[in-house]
């Protein structure tokens, strides 16, 4: 029974979880290196009838399943992904389940983000480290406005922290209902509100048709130039094109992105010179707690497919 688990980064996928405990018929490998390409994947996954696949990190289109014509079971970390076409992995009987994750690591990378942009911690201690001393100066976040796009767990989750700090909380989503916001610590307002209004805008969105460049050059544009916008959900809710430009033609302050259109984020993509961000490589996600919960589950739920009782299963729509 052999066993593939996709772009473990890190090299750190046995350590999190009992991979132990399956029968002693299953073989389990690795792949740390990131395979784009139709080619190189179906030889990494050929003869597998199982795969661990991260987060949407390798897509699985209709081409490629009915491809990996070994595959029985794909498990995905998290209980959706739409780089897994679900239906069309039913329909070559493919069984796909997923697991769990931990809510509060994504809301804490969003916070080093913004903490991060705001005294700029990258360039200090780069400065520091060659020798330069105190070459620029904070934003305080004391008094300002924190505007979320998108208020379901992790939209919420940002409320606290941005109170802790002293700062205003205004919310919108497409189906926010106010009730919940006010009680969450929120001012609902209008999407054009929250634009105008927002030191520090943070884009909350499950991506989605609707959502696709959800982020564009309208919202940019009515933004205030000295505002931040910050992407910890996933790249294509915001326009790169329209960010870019209003990145290089300083109609906002800056961006603090860790998601991106193409993942790994390409060498020459021009975000890697655009001025006045930080950038991290999706890393929301990426603690041990969560490695725990997510490789865990997902033995959990070889373990019951070999069993004939799958769990977690994600249904086609």
Not at 35 to 56: F, K
Not at 109 to 137: F, K
Not at 152 to 167: H, N
Not at 233 to 243: E, K
Request: hydrophobic letters at 50%.
């Amino acid at each position: 029974m052999r066993i593939v688990v996709l772009d473990d980064y890190q090299g750190v996928a046995l350590e999190h979880g009992a991979w132990s405990h399956l029968p002693a018929e299953c073989e389990v490998r690795t792949v740390r290196e990131h395979l784009g390409g139709d080619e190189e994947l179906l030889a990494a996954l050929a003869g597998a009838e199982i795969v661990v696949a991260m987060r949407e990190r390798t897509a699985f289109t209709a081409a490629r399943l009915a491809q990996l014509t070994d595959l029985r079971l794909l498990v995905t970390t998290g209980m959706g992904n739409v780089a897994i076409d679900v239906e069309a992995a039913a329909a070559n009987g493919i069984t796909v389940c997923g697991t769990g994750g931990v809510g509060s690591a994504t809301v804490e990378h969003a916070w080093a983000l913004i903490l991060g942009w705001a005294r700029s911690l990258p360039l200090e201690d780069a400065n520091v480290r060659e020798g330069r001393w105190q070459t620029t100066v904070g934003v305080d976040l004391a008094g300002a406005t924190l505007g979320l796009v998108g208020f379901g767990r992790l939209g919420r989750g940002m409320v606290p922290v941005a109170k802790a700090f002293g700062m205003e909380v205004i919310a919108w989503s497409l189906n926010l209902d106010p009730e919940v916001a006010v009680a969450a610590g929120a001012r609902p307002v209008a999407r054009e509100e929250l634009f105008r209004e927002a030191d520090v805008v943070s884009v909350h969105y499950k991506l989605g048709e609707r959502s696709i460049g959800l982020v564009g050059a309208e919202e940019l544009g009515l933004m205030k130039r000295t505002a931040l916008l910050v992407n910890t959900s996933r790249g294509p809710i915001v326009d790169t094109a329209a960010l870019l430009d209003a990145l290089w033609n300083n109609r906002i302050a800056g961006a603090a992105l860790d998601v991106y259109d193409t993942e790994p984020l390409p060498p020459d993509d021009p975000l890697r010179q655009a001025p006045r961000t930080v950038l991290t490589p999706h890393l929301g996600y990426v603690t041990g707690a969560s490695y725990d919960v997510y490789f865990g589950e997902a033995i959990e739920d070889i373990a019951a497919f070999l069993a004939g009782d799958p769990i977690r299963v994600i249904a086609a729509p």
